[in-house]
């Protein structure tokens, strides 16, 4: 089998009017970029549309290093549903170079279920992660001068400013360092950091806004800190707002690409889920719902991070109401779960299937509190036997849920044609009745103790004498009414990573609660959550080069 980069230089791309014209855009109406990529205007967004097209979320089980494939598979059930008559859009999040050079790799799925051109969009893509992370480092550039400033300080005192620096790499060394430093011509000294520009609050921001103003007033309100006085400081109090949106003027437009199979893709904002909502932008949502009348999303990591926020931060927020979930899982994963070694993935093991199916059932158990109707997709690799995909068949029947073989990875939209009837029939049955998990109003502690103990399965939740201070400041600020977007690792459903399957007799510690006022949620920060990782002892970019004539190899 040809690597995911041969096989997308196989593939004769169509120009992106061609892929706007399926989508009945007109070539005046899109702004390109190059030939096979655009900028799609807010103006086509129809509300009276968006409220009728069927928006399916695609999520997993609890991610393990051998790989599940959401990704992959929004692509190829997207290229299936077109098959089968079913004009469908696949809308993704973009990819960080933090993980295209680290260890995850890139973002563009994989075999023959890939968007287009992949170097591109693995890489620097229309350059919006470029425009968030100069928004980002613009605020933190004029909060350092007016702390500086003589004749307009405000105040602020520099020991209370939360407002850190990004940069999309990984970067163990920028976790924290101090600026100011070299004498009183270089600014006050004080102690600060770096995350990654997909952790930006600007990213949450550029990924929940509606609209251009809506934007620009939710930029104004990010939290900075407080001033001498303990009054608090907002981003518009240093009248950033403005010019930080004019950075995003272009960024704030949905990308529209092309899948391997010429189907439409939009591509739009790259936030984490473990750390931030883990979803592409709502504009980029409600532009695929104008302009088709199916929607494939996914929302990253397992059903417990991406899926929890898409449900209760961006759905809720946006006003949008998912009628199906495919849940991905694959033998290999479910065998990791199960106690198998990660070299013996391979080596077929039915028992090791059936133990880590429980971490299968717990997220099927989790999407029925949403009210949104479930289908199981098995990712198949060509290692799995038919024993082991009983096994995981047997599984889902116990609990109520269909299941079906998806090899779009060796087969493209052929391969997912299966899944893709099912998830029409679905969408089409009207019987989804989407409810989030708690209301927005309820006090902090009691909308993170149902997350915890009601998706993660926890017994309860602990605070450290941190998280009660951040607490007692989010009520002083009356910012109590916002969503919680919990930052937990996403190798285990509980807090330690090291805990595999469907872990019991547990609590959750938030060690601390950050404010993100202008995105508009409270991120409870939970275990060792580094917002700027670390590259691994063998990075992805030693694979990665370019030969004379311009050619990348070593993407995946």
């Known amino acids: 089998m040809p690597s995911d980069i041969e096989i997308a230089r196989k593939i004769e791309l169509k120009p992106v009017a061609e892929i706007a014209d399926q989508l009945g855009v007109a070539t005046k109406q899109i702004q390109p970029y190059g030939h096979y990529k655009a900028k799609l205007p807010l103006s086509l967004i129809d509300h009276g549309k968006v409220a009728h097209a069927k928006l399916i979320l695609v999520s997993a089980i609890s991610p393990t290093p051998a790989g599940e494939g959401k990704t992959t598979m929004s692509i190829g059930l997207t290229q299936g549903m077109n098959r089968i008559g079913k004009q469908t859009t696949v809308v993704l999040r973009e990819p960080s170079l933090g993980p295209v050079f680290g260890i995850k790799g890139g973002a563009t799925g994989g075999g023959w279920s890939q968007v287009l051109p992949m170097e591109d969009i693995n890489l620097h893509f229309t350059g919006d992660f470029a425009a968030v992370e100069k928004a980002h480092n613009l605020l933190a550039a004029l909060i350092d001068n007016n702390i500086q400033s003589r004749t307009r300080s405000i105040g602020i005192d520099p020991r209370t400013v939360v407002w850190k620096r990004v940069f999309d790499m990984n970067d163990r060394a920028l976790r924290h360092v101090m600026v100011g430093m070299g004498g009183t011509a270089h600014g006050v000294p004080r102690e600060t950091g770096f995350d990654i520009t997909a952790a930006s609050e600007i990213m949450a921001i ?80 409600r532009m695929g719902l104008s302009l088709s009348d199916y929607v494939v999303t996914e929302a990253g990591f397992g059903c417990d991070l991406g899926a929890e926020k898409f449900f209760d931060i961006k759905c809720v927020g946006a006003g949008l109401k998912p009628c199906v979930v495919v849940l991905v899982a694959t033998v290999r994963a479910l065998k990791y779960h199960g106690g198998s070694d990660l070299k013996e993935l391979t080596i077929p093991n039915v028992e090791a299937v059936t133990r880590g199916a429980a971490n299968l059932e717990k997220h099927i158990e989790n999407l029925e509190h949403f009210g949104v109707q479930a289908v199981v997709a098995i990712n198949k690799f060509t290692t799995d036997t038919e024993e082991e995909i009983a096994a995981i068949a047997q599984s889902c029947e116990e609990k109520g849920v269909k299941s079906f073989v998806a090899d779009v990875w060796g087969e493209g939209g052929a391969g997912g044609e299966a899944l893709a009837a099912e998830v029409a029939k679905l969408a089409d049955n009207g019987r989804s009745d989407f409810q989030p998990l708690y209301d927005w109003s309820w006090p902090v502690k009691d909308k993170i103790h149902k997350v915890c103990t009601t998706i993660y399965g926890a017994d309860g939740v602990d605070y450290t004498p941190k998280a009660r201070a951040d607490l007692r400041r989010i009520k002083r600020l009356e910012l109590e009414s916002l969503p919680v977007c919990i930052a937990k690792t996403q190798k285990s459903l509980s807090d330690d990573p090291k805990r595999l399957g469907r872990p019991t007799g547990f609590n959750v510690t938030v060690r601390e609660v950050e404010i993100a006022a202008g995105a508009g949620f409270l991120v409870p920060i939970t275990g060792e959550i580094m917002r700027m990782p670390g590259l691994p002892g063998t990075p992805s970019a030693e694979l990665i080069d370019i030969d004379d004539q311009g050619n990348i190899s070593g993407l995946f």
């Open 206 to 285: 550029l990924c929940l806004s509606d609209d251009l103003p809506n934007l620009k007033r939710r930029l104004g309100n990010i939290f900075i800190g407080f001033t001498l006085e303990r009054k608090p400081v907002y981003a518009r109090d240093l009248n950033a707002s403005g010019a930080m949106a004019s950075l995003l003027k272009d960024a704030i437009q949905p990308n529209l690409v092309q899948t391997l199979e010429g189907t439409p893709a939009i591509i739009h904002g790259g936030p984490f889920a473990n750390i931030a909502q883990g979803t592409n932008t709502v504009i980029a949502t």
